[in-house]
């Protein structure tokens, strides 16, 4: 109640990105004072009434944050405050970049939606190693590390950026997600195609299996791919050892609006999440698991902005599910409702 009718009103007037930033900022410090932060844990914290295994590792309920809302892992000790089950940082890169230039993302109030075209902007996998380090709840949520490549790291070339990363950040997350799927690092999504994913994942599941526990990866993938597509992508995952698929990242598709086409157009290029991906990553969600039975994972993630859209998700066949458009427009408080499920 406190968030719908007071805070989002004062944070929406606010551009996109500053106001994320001030809202984590001021989470942080409240969680950061012992009293208030026992308030918020009791006001949010809703548990499931059992845990759920999910490739060799204990969720302590199905939702999590999805990769993007705390790209660096600065705001870690806060969100764990929330019963998240798990929280995805990144999508990091070897080297620190600034990503696209602002303003880059976006409300579509009209449509419960964002549209981002933020470009990988992060400080550089160490500074996240280094924030890890000092993460103070390991033991309370699980930890995923969502990978990505440098703009100017050449496609050919990309793979050195993922298993660097994958190197870095191993000793550090439980499991890893790599990100193939973003529309706004120019050529990334063409590393979807069969060659270039199988020499990827290929890659990592051979860094991998060089490790004296293996630990579990995710590929992520674009909604906007075909079926067809996506079982080929099906059929790579199991000859490269991959362990499941989050379905989906954002999409670049803009039919279907109550949004004005003119400030769609004004908007440009990025990618939309929230409401309106909603039917659609349900779907392939869908689509997967007649596919692909347990004990392969799938994640649900795209619109989920209430329990009901998330048990969806689940009914579908999503192990997990994961949030970040609902998030923003819903407040912390949907976090509980879906760890209820």
Do not use: W
Request: hydrophobic share 40%; glycine share 8%.
């Amino acid at each position: 109640m406190f968030y719908q009718f007071f805070l989002k009103p004062i944070l929406f007037v606010i551009p996109a990105e500053r106001a994320h930033y001030i809202a984590m900022r001021l989470f942080s410090f409240v969680t950061s004072i012992p009293g208030l932060r026992t308030i918020i844990r009791y006001t949010f914290n809703s548990e499931s009434k059992t845990t759920v295994e999910v490739a060799g590792m204990r969720f302590k309920n199905r939702v999590g944050l999805a990769a993007g809302f705390d790209k660096n892992g600065v705001f870690l000790n806060a969100l764990s405050r929330l019963p998240f089950g798990h929280i995805e940082v990144g999508t990091i890169t070897p080297r620190a970049q600034s990503g696209n230039p602002q303003p880059r993302l976006f409300r579509l109030p009209a449509d419960d939606a964002l549209i981002n075209r933020m470009g990988f902007n992060n400080d550089g996998v160490q500074s996240l190693v280094n924030q890890l380090r000092k993460f103070k709840n390991r033991n309370d949520v699980i930890i995923g590390g969502n990978i990505g490549k440098n703009k100017d790291t050449a496609l050919d070339r990309a793979a050195d950026d993922y298993v660097y990363c994958f190197e870095m950040l191993f000793d550090y997350v439980d499991y890893f997600t790599v990100n193939v799927s973003s529309p706004n690092t120019p050529g990334l999504r063409s590393l979807q195609e069969r060659e270039p994913l199988e020499f990827l994942l290929g890659t990592l599941d051979l860094a991998n299996g060089m490790k004296d526990r293996r630990k579990p990866i995710f590929l992520k993938i674009a909604p906007d791919l075909s079926f067809e597509q996506i079982d080929e992508i099906i059929d790579i995952c199991k000859s490269t050892n991959v362990d499941g698929i989050i379905a989906s990242n954002t999409t670049i598709d803009r039919s279907n609006l109550n949004t004005s086409l003119a400030k769609v157009e004004e908007i440009g290029k990025g990618g939309l999440s929230g409401k309106p991906l909603s039917d659609r990553s349900t779907s392939i969600v869908s689509h997967i698991r007649n596919q692909m039975p347990p004990p392969f994972v799938i994640v649900g993630v795209g619109g989920i902005s209430s329990a009901q859209d998330a048990q969806l998700k689940i009914d579908a066949g999503a192990d997990l599910v994961q949030i970040y458009t609902g998030f923003i427009y819903a407040g912390p408080g949907l976090v509980g409702r879906i760890a209820a499920l």
